[in-house]
């Protein structure tokens, strides 16, 4: 994966066809998405259970772009080697998620996986300035971690606006997740985002046998978001 800040759309499966995740996947990049994004949720650290290490190996083969894992789980360092053995390209752990996150990092990174870190709409940027260094991608949350389908919390804008003089010329992806859509994609891309997360923004009336849908809707959400950086 060689650093690139041009837009990408990172459709989170987590709005997919559960039953049918390995063809989802294929549709989407067949669609034109860049990264595919897995939401990974524990029902301790989120109010909600989604999928493990088990499932991202499942899928592996079926993704040929990037598989962008975040995980939304505490603990977190426990489970980080088998997200790495599952063929993560990136995993991302939140902040949030336990005392020790330079540790949390390091372990990432020990595993030659590009390592991410989340922050929850509450969470201040003062929590990853000194791991700024070690990281590959800050994942803004724009919606509270938890469920697909939110709405979008206009104050990360700000948020995002400020980590991207932060991180200055690091190579480092901003990254949003939650309530992504063509109405707020321009919002983040002009603020400094370069990965948009979206999951029913993606899905949302589509499915594998009419996939042309996806395509529809990535590039709705890709031009606009783009229109503001011309």
């Known amino acids: 994966?060689?650093?690139d800040r041009?837009?990408?759309i990172a459709p989170s499966i987590l709005s997919a066809d559960f039953a049918n995740f390995g063809a989802e996947c294929e549709a989407i990049e067949k669609e034109g998405c860049d990264w595919v994004h897995i939401d990974v949720m524990d029902g301790h650290f989120v109010p909600n259970i989604t999928f493990g290490p088990q499932t991202c190996k499942?899928?592996?083969?079926?993704i040929k772009t990037v598989m962008?894992?975040?995980l939304m789980i505490s603990p977190v360092d426990d489970f980080i080697e088998a997200f790495a053995d599952s063929g993560a390209?990136?995993?991302?752990?939140?902040?949030e998620a336990g005392p020790h996150i330079h540790r949390t990092i390091q372990k990432i990174k020990s595993l030659g996986v590009k390592?991410?870190?989340?922050?929850?709409?509450?969470?201040?940027?003062?929590?990853?300035?000194?791991?700024?260094?070690?990281?590959?991608?800050?994942?803004?949350?724009t919606v509270n971690p938890g469920f697909g389908g939110q709405k979008f919390i206009h104050s990360q804008v700000e948020k995002v606006r400020i980590l991207r003089e932060m991180i200055g010329d690091r190579e480092i992806h901003i990254e949003i997740d939650g309530g992504v859509t063509?109405?707020?994609?321009?919002?983040?891309?002009?603020?400094?985002?370069?990965?948009?997360?979206?999951?029913?923004?993606?899905?949302?009336?589509?499915?594998v046998d009419n996939s042309s849908v996806y395509g529809k809707n990535i590039k709705e959400i890709r031009d606009s978001a783009n229109r503001v950086l011309e």
């Open 182 to 207: 063509p109405e707020t994609a321009p919002l983040v891309s002009k603020a400094g985002a370069d990965v948009l997360v979206a999951g029913s923004g993606v899905f949302g009336g589509g499915s």
């Open 68 to 70: 962008d894992v975040h």
């Open 6 to 8: 041009s837009l990408k």
């Open 1 to 3: 994966m060689n650093f």
């Open 89 to 95: 390209d990136i995993i991302t752990a939140h902040v």
């Open 58 to 62: 499942a899928i592996r083969p079926h």
């Open 115 to 141: 390592a991410g870190v989340a922050i929850n709409p509450g969470t201040s940027l003062s929590s990853i300035e000194y791991i700024l260094d070690m990281v590959d991608l800050v994942c803004v949350m």
